[in-house]
T-cell receptor, first 110, second 115 residues
Framework: SQQGEEDPQALSIQEGENATMNCSYK?????LQWYRQNSGRGLVHLIL?????REKHSGRLRVTLDTSKKSSSLLITASRAADTASYFC??????????FGGGTRLMVKP | SAVISQKPSRDICQRGTSLTIQCQVD?????MFWYRQQPGQSLTLIAT?????????ESGFVIDKFPISRPNLTFSTLTVSNMSPEDSSIYLC????????????FGEGSWLTVV
């Protein structure tokens, strides 16, 4: 289902700049996952962060999780034109069902 | 916006049987995707289903095991064939609505348990 909230809904930056996307959710979670989707393609998994973790890194990606605020952020550093895509967060609850945010459309201008 | 109805939401299946999951959209969409999610893990794309063409399967997934139909722009089915306990998972359909600026929508998921 689609119940989480992401902001901004759209983000336009220049190549080389950092992009930060935020995700808020409402219930307690097992983990939170970030995905990327290019138009016409399936979701690509980026990072999974568990509820007892606060920060994870993968290459140019940094994800933070604040369970007290029920929020997460995805930071893409030194963005590239190829990072242009929609980014989604998804939370897995105790029932193991995923809930997706509405997504952030990122445009990186060369 | 697009509203997706996915059925069944849950089912318990006997080993060796097959089950078909339906994904109904309230508007016409070009792209439909089928995913599998095992608890605690990320989504894995099974295949992309476009109307009028054969589904495109990802590595590790084959048509004989996961046949997909896409008879029109509002409907698709995924069949999990000859099920084993390893197929116990949540199966999720997703659509890309090009009519609303390529917005992505997700079904509620179908949780299958194979015993």
């Amino acid at each position: 289902s689609q119940q989480g909230e992401e902001d901004p809904q759209a983000l336009s930056i220049q190549e080389g700049e950092n992009a930060t996307m935020n995700c808020s959710y409402k219930t307690s979670i097992n983990n939170l996952q970030w995905y990327r989707q290019n138009s016409g393609r399936g979701l690509v998994h980026l990072i999974l962060i568990r509820s007892n973790e606060r920060e994870k890194h993968s290459g140019r990606l940094r994800v933070t999780l604040d369970t007290s605020k029920k929020s997460s952020s995805l930071l893409i550093t030194a963005s590239r034109a190829a990072d242009t895509a929609s980014y989604f967060c998804a939370t897995e609850n105790a029932g193991n069902m995923l809930t997706f945010g509405g997504g952030t459309r990122l445009m990186v201008k060369p | 916006s697009a509203v997706i109805s996915q059925k069944p939401s849950r089912d318990i299946c006997q080993r060796g049987t097959s089950l078909t999951i339906q994904c109904q959209v309230d508007s016409q969409v070009t792209m439909m995707f089928w995913y599998r999610q095992q608890p605690g893990q990320s989504l894995t794309l099974i295949a992309t289903a476009n109307q009028g063409s054969e589904a495109t399967y990802e590595s590790g997934f084959v048509i004989d095991k996961f046949p997909i139909s896409r008879p029109n722009l509002t409907f698709s089915t995924l069949t999990v064939s000859n099920m084993s306990p390893e197929d116990s998972s949540i199966y999720l359909c997703s659509v890309e609505d090009q009519g609303s600026g390529n917005t992505i929508y997700f079904g509620e998921g179908s949780w299958l348990t194979v015993v």
